[in-house]
């Protein structure tokens, strides 16, 4: 755990009554003052030689948690008890595992030790249903940005082909083919606009809603508001420069010729 004041207990500690306290502790107990040094009356009176951070026991989306505290010289009791043993690697634990077998086996044969799990392969199990969750909501969004790429091409394109007559007209009257493209453009970021000012105001309405669905994360993030509109955006324009140019490679006399 990471030491935020004092020191983590030591061989000296073993037999002395020698007591870590959690961040929570100190600030509801001691706040604005150094615990290091003080007792506790807790199984006898305990000095403080530390202060550890807070600690997610139960589930990783914990927001908050009781106060708590360590101490050392745990007797083992015979009956129906689990107690789990935490170890710190700094190489692959997988190569730890056996070395930590044979340790238990040489101080006690009658406990075992089994269910041995990385810390990331536990919190990926309590998140695995947030996981298909988000994948899930990942996917819908794909198919929503999917339709309105779709939309806003059927839109254009079936706008295209009822003026295809009056383009052709503004064409054999000496009008660009730029000026074609653009104005087929500016329809298109009409429409995107309209849609993105509906689609911000409604998803900031939301927000009071999908805040109690969130962890560690605002429901106003700035950065998705922002990243989020730009890629639709992005989308978007390329759904409308398809009709564009097709419209601005229109031949004057056939769409003369068009009903």
Same mark, same amino acid.
Request: one cysteine or more.
């Given at each position: 755990?990471?030491?935020?004041?004092?020191?983590?207990?030591?061989?000296?500690?073993?037999?002395?009554?020698?007591?870590?306290?959690?961040?929570?502790?100190?600030?509801?107990?001691?706040?604005?003052?150094?615990?290091?040094?003080?007792?506790?009356?807790?199984?006898?009176?305990?000095?403080?030689?530390?202060?550890?951070?807070?600690?997610?026991?139960?589930?990783?989306?914990?927001?908050?948690?009781?106060?708590?505290?360590?101490?050392?010289?745990?007797?083992?009791?015979?009956?129906?008890?689990?107690?789990?043993?935490?170890?710190?690697?700094?190489?692959?634990?997988?190569?730890?595992?056996?070395?930590?077998?044979?340790?238990?086996?040489?101080?006690?044969?009658?406990?075992?030790?089994?269910?041995?799990?990385?810390?990331?392969?536990?919190?990926?199990?309590?998140?695995?249903?947030?996981?298909?969750?988000?994948?899930? =909501?990942?996917?819908?969004? #794909? *198919?929503?940005?999917?339709?309105?790429? !779709?939309?806003?091409?059927?839109?254009? /394109?079936? $706008?295209?082909?009822?003026?295809?007559?009056?383009?052709?007209?503004?064409?054999?009257?000496?009008?660009?083919?730029?000026?074609?493209?653009?104005?087929?453009?500016?329809?298109?970021?009409?429409?995107?606009?309209?849609?993105?000012?509906?689609?911000?105001?409604?998803?900031?309405?939301?927000?009071?809603?999908?805040?109690?669905? =969130?962890?560690?994360?605002? #429901? *106003?993030?700035?950065?998705?508001?922002? !990243?989020?509109?730009?890629?639709?955006? /992005?989308? $978007?324009?390329?759904?409308?420069?398809?009709?564009?140019?097709?419209?601005?490679?229109?031949?004057?006399?056939?769409?003369?010729?068009?009903?």
């Amino acid at each position: 755990m990471r030491l935020v004041q004092g020191r983590h207990f030591g061989e000296q500690d073993m037999t002395n009554n020698a007591i870590i306290v959690d961040q929570v502790f100190v600030d509801k107990w001691w706040p604005h003052e150094n615990p290091i040094g003080r007792y506790i009356n807790f199984g006898g009176r305990r000095r403080v030689i530390g202060v550890v951070s807070r600690v997610n026991y139960y589930s990783v989306e914990e927001e908050e948690s009781l106060p708590t505290l360590y101490q050392t010289g745990y007797r083992w009791e015979p009956g129906n008890h689990d107690r789990i043993l935490v170890v710190r690697s700094q190489t692959d634990p997988v190569d730890i595992v056996d070395p930590i077998r044979r340790i238990g086996m040489e101080l006690d044969t009658s406990v075992p030790i089994y269910d041995i799990q990385t810390v990331r392969e536990i919190v990926n199990k309590q998140l695995r249903s947030n996981h298909v969750i988000t994948g899930v =909501l990942v996917g819908f969004a #794909a *198919i929503a940005l999917l339709l309105v790429a !779709l939309g806003i091409y059927g839109v254009l /394109a079936a $706008s295209v082909a009822q003026r295809t007559q009056e383009i052709g007209i503004r064409m054999a009257l000496g009008e660009q083919k730029t000026s074609i493209l653009a104005m087929v453009l500016k329809h298109g970021l009409v429409l995107l606009a309209i849609g993105s000012a509906i689609g911000i105001t409604g998803a900031i309405g939301l927000t009071r809603f999908l805040s109690s669905y =969130l962890y560690e994360v605002s #429901a *106003i993030d700035p950065v998705t508001f922002v !990243l989020v509109p730009l890629l639709i955006a /992005a989308v $978007s324009l390329l759904a409308c420069w398809v009709p564009a140019r097709r419209a601005a490679k229109v031949d004057p006399m056939e769409a003369l010729r068009y009903e």
